[in-house]
């Protein structure tokens, strides 16, 4: 599956965005739908994760309540809704996809594709 990731800019500290991922070529029914951030110099950090089995949602402890991954119905796009942005926020989100298994769920090795990269800056 091609993904686009598409969503970034830049907020002041407090605000909200949502990061969009759309599927072209196939749907991501029946793979795991993550999104990652990367700062320049580092590796790339896992942020949140919808499984297609049992819809069930994961996400990095410095995200937790502030972030929601979600998808529409079609399975065709998939959301990171960010809200209580920090500047510590500051990063590339990539959006990825694949048929991962529960244990890498955080591992972006484990994924076979990717986006482009969309940048999100928050200012204090």
């Known amino acids: 599956v091609q993904l686009q990731a598409s969503g970034g800019g830049l907020v002041q500290a407090g605000g909200s965005l949502r990061l969009s991922c759309a599927a072209s070529?196939?749907?991501?029914?029946?793979?795991?739908l993550a999104w990652f951030r990367q700062d320049p110099g580092k590796e790339r950090e896992f942020v949140a994760a919808?499984?297609?089995?049992?819809?069930?949602?994961y996400y990095a402890d410095s995200v937790k309540g502030r972030f929601t991954i979600s998808r529409d119905n079609a399975w065709s796009t998939g959301y990171l809704q960010m809200n209580s942005l920090k500047p510590e926020d500051t990063a590339v989100y990539y959006c990825?996809?694949?048929?991962?298994?529960?244990?890498?769920?955080?591992?972006?090795?484990?994924?076979?594709?990717w986006g482009q990269g969309t940048l999100v800056t928050v200012s204090s």
């Open positions: 919808l499984r297609w089995s049992g819809g069930y949602t």
């Open positions: 990825a996809a694949g048929p991962v298994i529960l244990s890498s769920t955080r591992d972006p090795g484990a994924y076979g594709s």
């Open positions: 070529g196939r749907t991501f029914r029946g793979q795991t």
